[in-house]
């Protein structure tokens, strides 16, 4: 399965440059952030024809035309054919004099870029009417580094305020949305080449690979927030003039959060930006750019010295016999009271997987948390308490269960003391792209005419960032819970004459999987609607008589009504990358 992803885009009509993704979406503290970046140099811009161009041979009119033209007394431009007054000499001399002059004009077109670099940047876009604002103001002042947003280059503060909230060209980020972006994330620049002459060479290929740190919220969208994060590439250009200006160009990433073997992922701090973070990317220029691919560059990297020196190469992973031993030897010696201690030193030591992404393979841990949850919950609690001690002093922030305090697939709705209904799900932990079965089993022979089954998702904001207007009133989307609730499918189902039915609801694959932070909280719940109705018949009376009476069939019952239940479900993200696919930015 092709799982690349491609973003084109267009500079100055002859240069496109494209950024071809590995692995799309991308695991926050992994090393999946591998791509290749292109520029591609498309040739110099058709002109259109000129009046006086040579004339195809085969067409007569045409060459008539052109005797007629050239007798005239008015000929402007110049043209292949010279006039038979000059002499050999003289035309050979003319023809090499306009062939300089035509290079001449090709190489001041010839696009030459200088101190290219790539850098990664992830911001928040609020909607300042459900978010206070003022509430993220300290963290807005905090991000300006070097008189620039984040430290990006081009998003420099405005010269005429000094309003944090305005910088120069940061609508490129999101259209309409400026005086709303707090950064979240920020790189240092890579450096990708000195000075490349895209003239002489017309593909430059570079491969980059960056690790991610773990504590990256995934991207998400409401009508709250955003969450987003670009690769930006920038470089500097020789203009016509003599001039050198600088170019930024964004090119969409998209994140998923990171899971650990135990079932969990952080919990978010979203004002507290991780930003200038040192980036340990591993740059690479392709030579044989015409049939590089991923496989083919990291088959000449592997044996190569930049390979074996990476710190995210698993190749550097070796067993430690002597250390082992040791280990053992003390282990044997020890009492019982010391059994414990040597026991952390041994899993801090050798047992690596939560201490560094080396050996930790995200997509694995969460194939393991979706078809066996079970054992991931037995893991946690028999591997998890020793480390515990030591796995928080070697992380920074906290971490958020995906897994439900019990399993269950089975519930019993009530209504009024009374068993109402039975719902069965296929299995307890979802992911995204995942489709939702479900059966219901209707009990006591309750009259029921259909039912709506629908996922929702629930997003609930903290009281201390909700915006409140000068009467005190929140946004009219918000619940009394502080909660926005959006469907993301529906299934309406018909229940008349049936005892038991079933649903499928499709998780979409673009959907966001449950995560908390200090300002959100997202997670899914699965919602079932009951139209109920009186006991009466199905039949009315039209007309009676002595020989009997004539009924049909009721077009609505008179009375009825609703019997709403919601059950949380978890939604943990997808291990399966997505299909590839071209994009134009």
Partial sequence: MVTHTIYNQLVDNNVR??????????????????????????????????????????????????????????????????????????????????????????????????????????????????????????????????????????????????????????????????????????????????????????????????????????????????????????????????????????????????VNRVGQQPFFTLDKPLLGQPIEAQVNEVTDGQKASFASIKSQLKHSDIESESDFSNDKIAVKPIEFLAFMQKLSQANINQVVEIQNEFHKEFLTDYTSPKNENCRLNLINLVSNPSQVLSLRQTERKPLQKNFEELNLFQYDSLLPAKFQTRFLLKRNTKNFAQVDLDKSVFRVNDIIRINIQLLNHIKTTGLIVALERVETISDQYIFKDEKGQIHENLTEQSQLVEKVCEKVVSTINSEQVSANLPIPYNSPSQFKTNIVNVRYLITIKFILVEESSDLELIYSDNKGDLLRGVEFYSSGSEFLCRLPIKVVPNYEPNFGVVNYV
């Fill in 17 to 258: 440059v494209e950024v071809v993704y590995e692995n799309y979406p991308v695991i926050a503290g992994t090393d999946e952030l591998s791509l290749i970046l292109r520029f591609r140099y498309l040739g110099k811009p058709k002109l259109p024809k000129e009046e006086h161009s040579e004339p195809d041979p085969e067409d007569k009119d045409a060459v008539n035309s052109s005797h007629k033209a050239g007798s005239s007394d008015t000929w402007s431009g110049f043209g292949r054919r010279i006039s038979s007054q000059f002499s050999n000499v003289t035309r050979n001399v003319f023809l090499k004099e306009l062939d300089k002059v035509e290079e001449q004009h090709e190489e001041d077109d010839e696009p030459v870029f200088v101190v290219g670099y790539t850098q990664l940047f992830g911001y928040l876009a609020i909607n300042e009417n459900i978010i206070d604002k003022k509430k993220l103001e300290d963290v807005r002042k905090k991000s300006v580094i070097g008189n620039k947003l984040a430290g990006i280059e081009g998003l420099e503060l405005s010269d005429k305020t000094s309003n944090i909230w305005q910088f120069n060209n940061i609508e490129f980020l999101e259209p309409g949305k400026s005086n709303q972006i707090i950064p979240l994330y920020s790189t240092t620049q890579a450096m990708l080449f000195q000075e490349i002459s895209l003239a002489q060479d017309p593909l430059k290929v570079f491969y980059v690979k960056v690790p991610l740190p773990k504590n990256l919220p995934p991207n998400y969208h409401s009508a709250a927030l955003t969450i987003n994060y670009k690769l930006l590439v920038g470089y500097q250009q020789f203009e016509k003039s003599g001039k050198i200006s600088v170019r930024t160009l964004k090119f969409p990433l998209k994140l998923q959060a990171y």
